[in-house]
């Protein structure tokens, strides 16, 4: 008999896929330089030329053998070690090897996280507005994900709601700053609160809270903006985080868990996700993709374009009377619809070729993401579209 679970999945098709397939379909219908696709978070700059220099030395000069062949189960020693080298450069931190689990991005490293500090029937908290793919992470382990509601006026954490809903029976929290969909990124007093509620509420009930930090936007932050490490507030810190945005590698699938070493147990815990490995089978990142990576660990594409991108989106958006919070990095954008229901106010959006996403599923109804990672004149000539699209819709 085929899981009815998974069947049940069936008719729960992501909503950010299936209008990615509706705008790849228009395009070939319209050109897909007509089609105004802010659906998916696909990096749209290419991926440095030091990782591709990194990627053909490999090829050309290594042993066959040592760069196609199995990883260890916790990534290569050289790997583990040049990751936590750089963080600790960048941070202040104090990480070893031991303290590095290598992954297929930052998917792997949550899915291992959760598995890692909860048993079935816990619950992990997060906040709205989240990626919807955490409920399957968290889920599908047998823990209980629970949503925690948003500060629509910031989209900072709810702190209020957050203190109610801590019970004894949380056993994670997860967070993801820079933050998609938002765009918002955790400030220092927001996370100093968090930790500081987290400890007291661990000395209350006698037990571990982790806070499972998911961080593969780290690295697009805008100018003015203060984005803090999250580990340096909490000692019960997993850091989950991916290539895929900062080196726009999304298909080569590789990140890391870093284990605070002032956590509970951080000496084993990347042990532990190995053994993880064995049970969900998402283990072994190919070998020659961590060598490339551990080379060009303090670099970046050039990510410049989407804070241009940002800035020529939010000021349009404010011009038409869009109620935005101004994101402090990644590549969305996250704005309230101009009608109670999101969901109808996208339809409206694809008569004119715009493909915005409504967030109910992101836990805030009545909001839609844009994903600004594309051209920067194709997002100049969305401008006119979305102001034709207010006004006729909206406005006459």
Same mark, same amino acid.
């Given at each position: 008999?085929?899981?009815?679970?998974?069947?049940?999945?069936?008719?729960?098709?992501?909503?950010?896929?299936?209008?990615? $397939?509706?705008?790849?379909? !228009?395009?070939? $219908?319209?050109?897909?330089?007509?089609?105004? +696709?802010?659906?998916?978070?696909?990096?749209?700059?290419?991926?440095?030329?030091?990782?591709?220099?990194?990627? &053909? +030395?490999?090829?050309? /000069?290594?042993?066959?053998?040592?760069? /196609?062949?199995?990883?260890?189960?916790?990534?290569?020693?050289?790997?583990?070690?040049?990751?936590?080298?750089?963080? #600790?450069?960048?941070?202040?931190?104090?990480?070893?090897?031991?303290?590095?689990?290598?992954?297929?991005?930052?998917?792997?490293?949550?899915?291992?996280?959760?598995?890692?500090?909860?048993?079935?029937?816990?619950?992990?908290?997060?906040?709205?507005?989240?990626?919807? $793919?955490?409920?399957?992470?968290?889920?599908? *382990?047998?823990?209980?994900?629970?949503?925690?509601?948003?500060?629509?006026d910031s989209f900072q954490i709810n702190l209020e709601k957050f203190e109610e809903m801590l019970t004894e029976r949380v056993a994670a929290v997860l967070i993801n700053t820079p933050n998609n969909p938002s765009g918002v990124v955790y400030t220092s007093e927001t996370l100093t609160r968090l930790a500081e509620l987290l400890r007291r509420k661990q000395e209350e009930f006698g037990h571990d809270i982790f806070l499972i930090s998911?961080?593969?936007? !780290?690295?697009?932050?805008?100018?003015?903006?203060?984005?803090?490490?999250?580990?340096?507030?909490?000692?019960?810190?997993?850091?989950?985080?991916?290539?895929?945005?900062?080196?726009?590698?999304?298909?080569?699938?590789?990140?890391?868990?870093?284990? #605070?070493?002032?956590? *509970?147990?951080?000496?084993?815990?990347?042990?532990?996700?190995?053994?993880?490995?064995?049970?969900?089978? /998402?283990?072994?990142?190919?070998?020659?993709?961590?060598?490339?990576?551990?080379?060009?660990?303090?670099?970046?594409?050039?990510?410049?374009?989407?804070?241009?991108?940002?800035?020529?989106?939010? /000021?349009? %958006?404010?011009?038409?009377?869009?109620?935005?919070?101004?994101?402090?990095?990644?590549?969305?954008?996250?704005?309230?619809? %101009?009608? +109670?229901?999101?969901?109808?106010?996208?339809?409206?959006?694809?008569?004119?070729?715009?493909?915005?996403?409504?967030?109910?599923?992101?836990?805030?109804?009545?909001?839609?993401? &844009?994903?600004?990672?594309?051209?920067?004149?194709?997002?100049? !000539?969305?401008?006119?579209?979305?102001?034709?699209?207010?006004? $006729?819709?909206?406005?006459?």
């Amino acid at each position: 008999m085929i899981n009815p679970n998974y069947k049940a999945l069936l008719s729960g098709k992501s909503v950010i896929r299936e209008l990615s $397939e509706y705008a790849t379909e !228009r395009g070939k $219908e319209i050109g897909y330089d007509n089609v105004f +696709d802010y659906s998916l978070g696909n990096p749209s700059v290419p991926c440095t030329q030091s990782f591709t220099d990194a990627m &053909m +030395d490999l090829l050309q /000069h290594s042993d066959p053998v040592s760069v /196609h062949g199995y990883s260890p189960s916790l990534g290569i020693q050289s790997v583990r070690t040049a990751v936590a080298e750089s963080l #600790n450069a960048r941070f202040g931190t104090c990480y070893e090897a031991k303290h590095i689990f290598m992954t297929c991005g930052a998917a792997g490293a949550v899915a291992h996280a959760v598995r890692c500090v909860t048993v079935p029937g816990d619950e992990v908290l997060t906040f709205a507005p989240f990626f919807p $793919e955490y409920i399957q992470y968290v889920n599908q *382990t047998g823990a209980v994900l629970k949503i925690i509601p948003a500060d629509t006026d910031s989209f900072q954490i709810n702190l209020e709601k957050f203190e109610e809903m801590l019970t004894e029976r949380v056993a994670a929290v997860l967070i993801n700053t820079p933050n998609n969909p938002s765009g918002v990124v955790y400030t220092s007093e927001t996370l100093t609160r968090l930790a500081e509620l987290l400890r007291r509420k661990q000395e209350e009930f006698g037990h571990d809270i982790f806070l499972i930090s998911d961080e593969p936007y !780290r690295e697009i932050v805008f100018a003015g903006v203060d984005a803090p490490y999250v580990a340096g507030f909490y000692d019960n810190t997993l850091t989950c985080y991916s290539f895929s945005k900062s080196l726009s590698l999304p298909g080569e699938r590789i990140g890391y868990i870093a284990v #605070n070493p002032r956590a *509970t147990d951080a000496d084993i815990i990347a042990v532990i996700c190995g053994q993880i490995s064995r049970g969900i089978g /998402h283990n072994c990142p190919p070998s020659i993709i961590q060598l490339a990576v551990s080379r060009v660990l303090n670099e970046t594409s050039d990510l410049s374009v989407y804070e241009t991108n940002m800035n020529l989106l939010y /000021h349009k %958006l404010v011009e038409l009377g869009f109620t935005v919070v101004k994101p402090g990095g990644t590549f969305y954008i996250f704005p309230k619809a %101009l009608e +109670d229901d999101a969901n109808a106010f996208c339809m409206k959006a694809k008569k004119y070729d715009l493909i915005l996403v409504p967030a109910d599923n992101f836990g805030c109804p009545g909001y839609f993401r &844009m994903a600004y990672c594309i051209d920067t004149q194709k997002v100049r !000539r969305s401008l006119d579209v979305l102001e034709k699209f207010v006004r $006729e819709e909206y406005k006459s």
